[in-house]
Structure formats: structure tokens, C-alpha cells
DNA sequence: CGGCTGGTTGATTGGTTTCAACAAGCGTGG
DNA sequence: CCACGCTTGTTGAAACCAATCAACCAGCCG
């Protein structure tokens, strides 16, 4: 998968050729960040816009008595706000889930980009507002779905995301996080994400087995999770359109 | 309250008079919207950027079978993202919870301000940055506090909110929305929601009564909320740096 | 006055957490 | 190579928080 980030960004908007050589040339340097430590910590200074490349992060805010909230999973081709470096204090932290291998863009570096191409500023900030719409949806899952509900939203979303920077293979697709993980991104403690895992198990809809989780019924599971992928507001439904896939 | 919508952009920074005169212009056409009725439904394509002036409005999505979640809060001079109408569709609705007072900002006449203003601009990406702050935090208050912590902490954002726009008076704000509204923004019951709040009273922490809020003990209710306010964002601390009351 | 909305209370049910223990998988070092 | 420790997943029982259901009250308005 040569660059998720043009990949994932094209769902949002048309790219032009000078668009993706710029685009490829920002992306040069490259970080390699081990599984289970930060990447940005809260109350630093964002000089640089964060793009994953490879594995899977996530956001997360700690209370100050341990418990810990993950508020958004970042998928390759996933970046942290097109605009941070504007901040000046994270208020949220950035953590591996898995190795990651990242691109740092520099703030004025991403200026003069969608100062350039005003294409792509189109396309970043329709990124943005994509962010904000999943954003709103996992209040939507954590405020009122059920626990099954929720599970299942999750798994049709990630699986449509990743289907969506060709990370798919059919209904299969790498799913490389814990089940702690999970607990802490949907508002439930591990044990109850394991029973209710296998309750989806049971119902036919899933296996997750080392790190793979296969939809086997994906339009019974949506149903489950009243899940409607028109919050993604991506521009070519990428399940149905049939991605190539390339490895 | 002449104008909520600069007196809260000035937050994320200093605004030029040239801005502020631009800005009164935009404004000028405004719109009244009854209480309980939606300002754009799901769906909808979006033409314009609501920005309220007067009353408090939600975004909520509805499930099919009735539940809603309430995903923000729109206070006077919040407004729904600068730059929406770059989607075709809401993937949410708006409603006004109280009569509201709108101005709508039309794509084009945005698009012409921001690249006019360069710092407005620099503004209006820091208000969505913070936007998207709030929202991370709604999804921690949803996903790792308890009932009485996810209740005092709505109650240390909003006043705090409130208050940068100067609608306090000392510890004490309107709040007009209903118990019902409350829990469909908190992901509870509206009985558990009135149960909780007698819980804040007892303790001394809060009067809510005829749609005014006071906090007795805003530190204590902070603490008791693991609140801060950090991530609002705003480059002056609202509650201490004593705003003149205009009313 | 009647009807409506919003708030309050009690009893019961049920979904989740908590706590505790154990099994399975995996990398490491003796 | 196996033993060991660590992480991750799994299971059971008890405790608890919050939902549900139902009834009732207060205020407001036509």
C-alpha cells in the first residue's frame, strides 16, 4: 500500500496530478513509533500534522484517577487534523496501538501546500469535516446504542474505512487491537467486550481470531447497528465500488 | 449582548476592526426559529453556516426507532462548522431547543470573508479546532464518567461557555433546556437525570430552578467533574478574567 | 376548568461492573 | 530447549448503577 494518505484523501475529492506529487514530497521523512507508547502527549505544542501510515493509533484523554477514554481510532492513511499546528497545547494525547510508521508534515510546510492548490485545501478540509461527523458519531454510540450495538457500529465503521484505503480483502480485514483496547474506546471494561464478543460470535456475524476480524453477514450486522456509512461522507461508497486491492 | 459571534471568535484571537466590520455585515439578515422545531434536518444539503445569536440549539441524530442522542450544544455566537457547506448532505440535525435567533452566513460570502481576512481565517480554524476539542470531551464524559460527574461536568462547561460570551452574572446562568434534553445529551434516562440533580443539590453544589443555573461552588464542582478547562481553548480564561456583564 | 408539559417519586428489572481466578499464547533468558 | 513471566483472553458470582414502568404533582395556557 504505497500512499494511503492520497488513497484516503481522494474519497473526499478528485486529486489532481500536481496535487498527489506534492503530496508525495511532504511525505518523505518517516517515523517509526513502537506499539504502546505516544506519539504526542497531552499539553504539547503540535508543530507538525501527524499522517499514520502504517498500523493503528488512537486518541485518548486519561483522567487523573487512571481511567483512560480512547476518542477516535487513526486508521493508515488517517492524520491528526490538517490544521493542529494552529494550537498550541494538545489537549489529548496520541498513542500507538500497534508499530506505527508516520509522516510529519510541518505547519508552514501544509500552509504553503493548500496555499498552492487550492484543490486540496477543498479536499483537506472536507477531510476535516468527515473527522468531526465520526467524531459525533461515537457520541452517538457511546450515548445511546447498547453494548452489542456499539460493538458491531465499531466493526462496520473500521471495516469501512479500511476498505476505503484498500486494507480489505474481501469480508476480512487485519484487526490488530486488544480487547482493552476496545473496552476503553467504547465505555465498557474488557470483560464485558469479551462476552459481548461472543455474543456476536454466536449470532454468526464476526470471528476475530489473532488479529483478524472477518464480517460474515455485513448487512445483518449494520442492521444490528443501525449503521448507515453516510457519515463517512465519502464521495464512491468504497465497499461497493470495489477497490483493487493491492498488498 | 450586541454580538456573541465576535465577542466568542475573539477568544481564539485578536480580531481586527476591519474584521469585526465585515463581520457585522454578514450578520445582517437574521431569522427567528421556534423553539422545538429543527433548524436543518439530516439530509439536507447545506448551504449556509447557522450562527446563533440568541437561544440555545443541539445537534442530535435520531435512531429509527426513536432513541436520540444529543451530540452539541449551540450556544449564542457558536456557530455550525465555517466551513460546512463544502458537504453535500448533514449527516445530523439541528434544532433549536429554546426560540432561537439566527444568522446565516452563505458558502460564498464566507469563502470571500476568509480570504479577505487572513487572520479571520486563523479565527474561524481555531473555533473549529476547539469544536472538535469539545466534542472529543463529550465522548470522554459519555464514555468514563459516572452520572453526577457527566452532569457537573455539562453544567463547568457550559457556564464556562456561557460566560465567554458574557451570559453570567456572578455564579448564576440561564439554562433553559428541559431534564429531557439533559438526558438524551448525557446518555441516561431523564428520571436518573432528575435523580442525579437532586444528588448536586444536596450536596450543595448547584441550584437549577426556573431555568437559572448557580453554581455554589464552582471548584468543588469542578473537582468533582475531573474539569478543565483547558480543552475550550481560549486564549483568556472567560470566568477569571471577569468579563463586563452586558445584558 | 381541562389538558398539556415538565418534574418527581417508588418499585422492579436488567445490563455492566467488579473482583477473582485461571487458561492460552509468546518472547526471553538460563 | 524448556521454564518463566507477562500480556491477553476467558469464566463465574456478587454487587451496583441506571433503565423501565407507572403513578402522581405542579405549573401554565387556552
Not at 481511567?67 to 493508515?76: C, D, T
Not at 465499531?154 to 473496552?183: H, M, W, Y
Request: aromatic share 6%; net charge negative; glycine share 6%.
Amino acid at each position: 500500500m504505497p500512499d494511503p494518505l492520497a488513497r484516503k484523501l481522494q474519497h473526499y475529492g478528485p486529486l489532481l496530478d500536481a496535487d498527489r506529487l506534492w503530496l508525495a514530497d511532504t511525505l518523505g521523512v518517516r517515523r517509526q513509533i513502537a506499539a504502546r507508547t505516544d506519539i504526542i502527549m497531552e499539553g504539547e505544542d503540535p508543530r507538525a500534522v501527524n499522517v499514520v501510515l502504517e498500523g493503528w493509533a488512537c486518541r485518548y484523554r486519561q483522567l487523573a484517577d487512571g481511567r483512560r477514554q480512547i476518542v477516535s481510532l487513526l486508521l493508515p492513511g488517517d492524520s491528526c487534523d490538517p490544521h493542529v499546528f494552529l494550537l498550541d497545547r494538545m489537549d489529548h494525547a496520541i498513542c500507538a496501538l500497534t508499530p506505527v510508521t508516520l509522516a510529519q508534515i510541518r505547519g508552514p510546510v501544509m500552509q504553503e501546500l493548500t496555499a498552492r492548490s487550492p484543490n486540496l485545501d477543498y479536499v483537506f478540509h472536507r477531510e476535516t469535516l468527515a473527522s468531526a461527523a465520526i467524531q459525533r458519531e461515537w457520541a452517538v454510540n457511546l450515548g445511546c446504542r447498547t453494548g452489542i450495538e456499539r460493538l458491531a457500529h465499531l466493526f462496520c465503521e473500521l471495516f469501512t474505512r479500511l476498505s476505503a484505503v484498500g486494507l480489505t480483502k474481501g469480508d476480512t480485514c487485519a484487526f490488530p487491537i486488544t480487547q482493552n483496547d476496545l473496552a476503553d474506546a467504547l465505555g465498557q471494561t474488557s470483560v464485558h467486550i469479551n462476552r459481548t464478543l461472543q455474543d456476536l460470535r454466536a449470532a454468526g456475524l464476526i470471528t476475530l481470531r489473532s488479529r483478524q476480524l472477518t464480517l460474515h453477514d455485513p448487512e445483518r450486522l449494520a442492521r444490528l447497528a443501525h449503521f448507515d456509512p453516510a457519515y463517512l461522507h465519502f464521495t464512491v461508497e468504497p465497499i461497493d465500488a470495489g477497490n483493487p486491492i493491492r498488498e
